[in-house]
């Protein structure tokens, strides 16, 4: 005799929240599927069915939900981006490179009396898909005294003695750098005065080894400094040559003495670090009376940087170990993550600049853009960045959803697929319909109660197409396979919107 078993068929409305039954032995069913209750369902059943109903549930699966505050190992007055040393050797090659340019009749003059502003010296590769990738770890010390720090908004985002901006790039810094999605450019049009590449670009700590760097000279004869680039992707302009605002320098890196993947980028009004600025104006800038930005970025750029969905948790090795993501944006159904419950994936959000009692809004969205799941997050305390993740049931109608995060009214999604091992995908609302078997002639025979209905097609577990009827009345018989096993049906209608649905045929 030929039964047919429902698997965990998920409704396919895909504006409502999961609703799930499991069925065992079933001889013939009939699924009201555009239900509003439950009493709606009709099953005929030959043995048992066990029924679950979660609507709004928020799902955590074993390994439950988890933070982690990224503490970076930041530069200090023991272990500065850069040393006395090498400040002196800069002002020497200073010296040096621009008598050889003269020489060769490059006019170096000042042919500006106006500040050079400048724009943001990083961009994202076209690669790189996070919302966002930055967060300042340290600005330019503005205290002189020895043993004290402050910085330009007359906080403490710095440390003794700093004389530039260190730019982090997050998170994942050095998946970023070894794949080259966090490029330094120019932030003014100037001459290369000095650089310097082929530099171990893994450096965790204080090194006396140089860093990978570029110096330009601007039209105003002020200089920016862009330092810890990664090996090899310095410009292979020479000294001498003019670049313009935006073009390409190199890769954020980690040469020279550098706690992991930023750029110290550092601005002298002169050829002497003595004649240092600090880009960013605020109440506690000693150096200089204005801005140097065409337009400053806020103090505190809270927001969300990266909203992404993965197999299981991401890991974040000690420096300098790569960090291995585990992001993905396709899940088959049924998916079973590594220490996750079935079903079960980790969606995670990356915070910049995170403040106490602020809160979160993290959603999953339907394909049609109706929330499947919805869910917040209070800030606990502040933190520099932070990243939080929660491990959530994943849709099973298969179609493309969103993560969607929320915060300090800053948005980051991503989005992702869901597919059957068919990849079969649903795109519209499944109508009422009627399964069941003849043993006599090993048929399976769907009745509809939509009468626009125009295809049904079967296929296996490979995706190959197994058998397909075209129907013109509300009763159609399928040839079933000769082998038994999972199999995959899919309505058309005359719109073409498909309706996908699981068979067990045995």
Known sequence: MLYLKWLNFKESQTNKQPFEYKCVSIVFFYKFIEMKTINTLSLFILFGMIATKSVGTDFNSKSGNNATEYAPSENSATS???????????????????????????????????ITLLNWPLRPSPDLTDCSYYHISAYVDQNTTSGLVQDYNCGSNTYDGHRGTDISIWPFNFYKMDNNLVEVIAAAPGIIIDKHDGEFDRNCAATTVSANYVLIQHADGSYALYWHMKNGSITTKAIGQSVIAGEYLGVVGSSGSSSGPHLHFEVWSGSTVATRVDPYYGTCNSLNASSWWTSQKPYKETGILKASVHTTDAVFPACPATETSNESTSFQIPFQGPGLSPGYAKFYAFLRNEVSGLNATLTILNPNGSSYLTWSYTSANDAKVRAWAWSKVLPTNPGTYTFRVVYNGVTCSSDFEITTSTGILSNGNSKDLKIYSSSS??????????????????????????????????????NSPTSTGIYFYRLIDDKQLIYTGKLFLE
């Open 441 to 478: 002639n090993r048929k399976t025979i769907f009745e509809l109660k939509n009468s626009s209905i125009q295809q049904i097609e079967l296929f296996n577990l490979l995706g190959e197409k197994v058998n397909h009827v075209n129907i013109n009345e509300r009763k159609a018989e399928l």
């Open 80 to 114: 500065p981006c850069i040393t006395e040393k090498e400040y002196s050797l800069l002002e020497s090659r200073i010296l040096e490179n621009k008598k050889l340019l003269q020489s060769k009749n490059i006019n170096l003059s000042n042919s500006s009396n106006s």
